[in-house]
Nanobody, 116 residues
Framework: QVQLVESGGGLVQPGGSLRLSCAASRLTLSISTSGWYRQAPGKQRELVAGITSGGTTNYADSVKGRFTISRDNAKNTVYLQMNSLKPEDTAVYYC??????????WGQGTQVTVSS
């Protein structure tokens, strides 16, 4: 079955950086729309960044200029580079892939905690 496996989360101080990875199996990310979402305690899940099969990217206003989404087609992996992290970035981050309209797959999530 399709699997999306996230990695790279952890504890980081404010101003620090992390890179999240999302490796896919039985799904080709280069022909899918992919995205990173996050969910903080007591809040709804929100889109952080997305990338289309053509490579067009979009970002939530709160992370523009700090986060970068990218994709390595050879590794079938999507990344989220997060710089200048803030405490409000603390959340569980989820990878999402949509190979065709209306069909979504989710990873298990990875915790990111920004704290001094």
């Amino acid at each position: 079955q399709v699997q999306l496996v996230e990695s790279g989360g952890g504890l980081v101080q404010p101003g620090g950086s992390l890179r999240l990875s999302c490796a896919a199996s039985r799904l080709t990310l280069s022909i899918s729309t992919s995205g990173w979402y996050r969910q903080a305690p007591g809040k709804q899940r929100e889109l952080v960044a997305g990338i289309t099969s053509g490579g067009t990217t979009n970002y939530a206003d709160s992370v523009k200029g700090r986060f970068t989404i990218s994709r390595d087609n050879a590794k079938n992996t999507v990344y989220l580079q997060m710089n200048s992290l803030k405490p409000e970035d603390t959340a569980v981050y989820y990878c999402n892939a949509q190979p065709i309209q209306g069909v979504y797959y989710w990873g298990q999530g990875t915790q990111v905690t920004v704290s001094s």
